[in-house]
Structures are given as structure tokens and as C-alpha cells.
């Protein structure tokens, strides 16, 4: 088992930033891919970012891209997703996953492991 704790969300406006951070414990971190997901209200889970066990290969939705960056300290059991020029539609709630295979993935039913997500509301 991994047990999966987001932070970092809040109300920001139009352009800022924020850092999200996922605390794992449980099972080895290192041995897991991790990955970000949003969800709106009415809507599917949405792929936002992962990385794979050593941090040297990610992946992006194209929503994101260049504005967010995903990383991983596998001393610290966390993971990261720093997220630049925020915009109204970045709000959602996020929520962090784990997948215990070596392949990156971009389907939520990949993740066997979820946290309970942060909320994170962008202003105009």
C-alpha cells in the first residue's frame, strides 16, 4: 500500500504561481511512477503530468506544457508539481497518483494509488 497526501492548493490569481506537493509513505517511493491529474466538477479525470521512479523522464499534457513542471525527491518520499502563469482554467481539483510499473501513463485507471486531491481555484 501507498498512502498519498497532497498540499499546496489555494486561491491565486491570473498569472501566479504555486507549488503542489505529494507526500508519499508506505511502500518503496522510489519504485513508483508518479503522476498529476485535475478534475472539474461534471468531468473526467484529467492527465496533467508524470514522472518516472529516477525524475529524468516526464510528460506533459499540451494544456500545460512550459507553464508546469513535475519533479521528484525520492529522499523526501515527494513529489511536485510547481505550476506557472495560472490561469482560470488550471482550476480544479488536483490530486497526485501512483502506478507500480516502470511505463509513464497517462490514463487515471493506470494509477493504482490516489491521494485526496488539493483544490486549487485560479482568479481572473
Known amino acids: 500500500q501507498v498512502q498519498l497526501v497532497e498540499s499546496g492548493g489555494g486561491l491565486v490569481q491570473a498569472g501566479d504561481f504555486l507549488r503542489l506537493s505529494c507526500a508519499a509513505s508506505?511502500?518503496?517511493?522510489?519504485?513508483?511512477?508518479m503522476g498529476w491529474f485535475r478534475q472539474v466538477p461534471g468531468k473526467e479525470r484529467e492527465f496533467v503530468a508524470v514522472i518516472n521512479w529516477s525524475g529524468d523522464s516526464t510528460y506533459y499534457a499540451d494544456s500545460v506544457k512550459g507553464r508546469f513542471t513535475i519533479s521528484r525527491d525520492n529522499a523526501k518520499n515527494t513529489v511536485y508539481l510547481q505550476m506557472n502563469s495560472l490561469k482560470p482554467e488550471d482550476t480544479a481539483v488536483y490530486y497526485c497518483?501512483?502506478?507500480?510499473?516502470?511505463?509513464?501513463?497517462?490514463?487515471?485507471?493506470?494509477?493504482?494509488?490516489w491521494g485526496q486531491g488539493t483544490q486549487v481555484t485560479v482568479s481572473s
Open positions: 497518483a501512483a502506478r507500480g510499473t516502470r511505463a509513464l501513463a497517462q490514463k487515471a485507471y493506470e494509477y493504482e494509488y
Open positions: 508506505g511502500r518503496i517511493f522510489s519504485r513508483y511512477i
